[in-house]
């Protein structure tokens, strides 16, 4: 069975310092992760994926996320927050044993606030 | 990816009625998801949306409440029978294509049930 913990329900920054989301996950399988942002009333968009090749990803908007076996995390960073960087996200862990369905479970979301 | 759209993007219901929302993808794709997103939460998991066939439904949705149809590789509904105000959501499709595991979503259907 997979899980997936985002340790943070909320984080507030001020424009122009580090982000840094956090992320652990649970998974029998060596698994796919994944971190998708929502902004308000809009859809969910994909930032980055992780698929068992390099372990640091990089993705869209600055974002990067490092994958991490031994802490069984995933943390999503961004070196300088832009307001527009404000929304919800969503860690994703993934298991796809057998080519049997890519199920998809959803973290609790954190909702990132910047600050002027 | 591909552009994934919703109808209807929102609605106001009545309890007792029901509402299918339709989702439509502009290639063919393999995968087809519904997830509902409550207030304040995180996305789950209502079913699998399977071509030609009946749905997957994950543990605590059933056929009879959560209706779906998928006639083809492009599109889908879902129906949310004999609503209550506890059905107030965001319903979201998704898709994904044979040998990726990432899904993309659609822009989401947000249902008040009065």
């Known amino acids: 069975a997979q899980s997936v913990t985002q340790l943070d329900s909320h984080v507030s920054v001020s424009e122009g310092t580090p982000v840094l989301l956090r992320c652990n996950y649970s998974?029998?399988?060596?698994?796919?992760l994944f971190w998708y942002v929502q902004h308000p009333n809009k859809g969910l968009q994909l930032l980055l994926k992780?698929?068992?090749?390099?372990?640091l990803v990089k993705g869209i908007n600055g974002f990067e996320a490092e994958f991490k076996k031994s802490e069984t995390s995933f943390h999503l960073t961004k070196p300088s927050a832009h307001m527009s960087d404000a929304a919800e996200y969503f860690c994703?862990?993934?298991?796809?044993?057998?080519?049997?369905?890519?199920?998809?479970?959803f973290g609790g979301g954190t909702r990132l606030m910047v600050k002027p | 990816s591909a552009v994934i759209s919703q109808k209807p993007s929102r609605d106001i219901c009545q309890r007792g009625t029901s509402l299918t929302i339709q989702c439509q993808v502009d290639?063919?794709?393999?995968?087809m998801f519904w997830y509902r997103q409550q207030p304040g939460q995180s996305l789950t998991l209502i079913a699998t949306?399977?071509?030609?066939?009946?749905?997957?439904?994950e543990s605590g949705f059933v056929i009879d409440k959560f209706p779906i149809s998928r006639p083809n590789l492009t599109f889908s509904t879902l129906t949310v029978s004999n609503m209550s105000p506890e059905d107030s959501s965001i319903y979201l499709c998704?898709?994904?294509?044979?040998?990726?595991?990432?899904?993309?979503f659609g822009p989401g259907t947000r249902l008040t049930v009065l």
């Open positions: 998704s898709a994904s294509w044979g040998g990726y595991n990432e899904q993309f």
């Open positions: 998974s029998s399988y060596s698994p796919s």
């Open positions: 992780y698929t068992s090749a390099a372990t």
């Open positions: 994703v862990v993934s298991e796809n044993p057998n080519n049997a369905g890519n199920m998809l479970t």
């Open positions: 290639s063919q794709v393999t995968m």
């Open positions: 949306a399977n071509q030609g066939s009946e749905a997957t439904y």
